[in-house]
């Protein structure tokens, strides 16, 4: 194989100018759709990768629980300069560890303080703070406390778009700053975040491009 087992770390290359041209081509439905696969693809693809390169180049070293037909010549000539090659990925799928895991850690540091924000909000689909910046967002899957539970996870089926439990956060600020149809169009807005599931998308994006950062593009186009 060769160096042909580098090739999954370095497909990625390419995701800057497929980004362009799906932003150029396509529907952004698609092509959110397209991109946000290809970047969890090409992810899995080079942290596989990796994982074989620490198999091979680190088979040499005392107490490894592979059998030892691993360590022969020309089983280590798959992936060239091996012990280089395992050495540098030990350490880049622990960077990509540290990074996942801090990836995780922000997310429901975020998901908590959006809870404690509603905590004393009204229960319903539409969340407004008192504040004096402007701003409104879809968050999804957040329900008010009263709304927690089997019964509550029921309700807010029947009463959220697309079923998903979510609600659209806007601050009395940026009400203030629009009319009655300026409002109607921000609130459709967020809730065709909620209804196309675009959390989701973004998450993938996301935690791919910690994976690979050269899939950094894909997450800029899926943004």
């Known amino acids: 194989m060769g160096v042909f087992v580098l090739l999954p770390l370095l497909l990625p290359l390419t995701a800057l100018p497929i980004a362009r041209l799906a932003e150029r ?3 952004p439905r698609v092509a959110t759709r397209l991109l946000s696969a290809l970047a969890a693809v090409l992810a899995a693809c080079s942290t596989v990768c990796l994982g074989l390169l620490v198999v091979v180049g680190t088979v040499q070293l005392p107490g490894h629980p592979l059998p030892d037909a691993w360590a022969d010549r020309e089983a280590r000539t798959t992936a060239p300069y091996e012990e280089a090659a395992g050495k540098g990925a030990v350490i880049a799928l622990l960077a990509v560890a540290v990074s996942w895991s801090t990836a995780v850690r922000r997310h429901r540091r975020v998901r908590r303080q959006a809870e404690l924000a509603l905590a004393g909000v009204p229960g319903g689909e539409l969340a407004v703070l008192p504040d004096e910046a402007a701003y409104a967002y879809a968050l999804p899957g957040v329900r008010s406390r009263a709304s927690r539970g089997f019964l509550g996870w029921v309700v807010s089926l029947r009463t959220s778009p697309a079923g998903l439990g979510g609600r659209i956060v806007v601050s009395t600020a940026m009400l203030a700053c629009l009319d009655a149809g300026e409002r109607a169009a921000l609130v459709a ?7 196309g599931r675009h959390h989701r998308y973004l998450l993938a994006v996301r935690f ?5 950062p050269l899939l950094m593009p894909l ?3 899926v943004a």
């Open 25 to 27: 081509h396509l529907h």
């Open 189 to 195: 807005h967020e809730r065709a975040h909620l209804a």
């Open 208 to 212: 791919a491009a910690r994976a690979n």
């Open 219 to 221: 997450r800029s186009a």
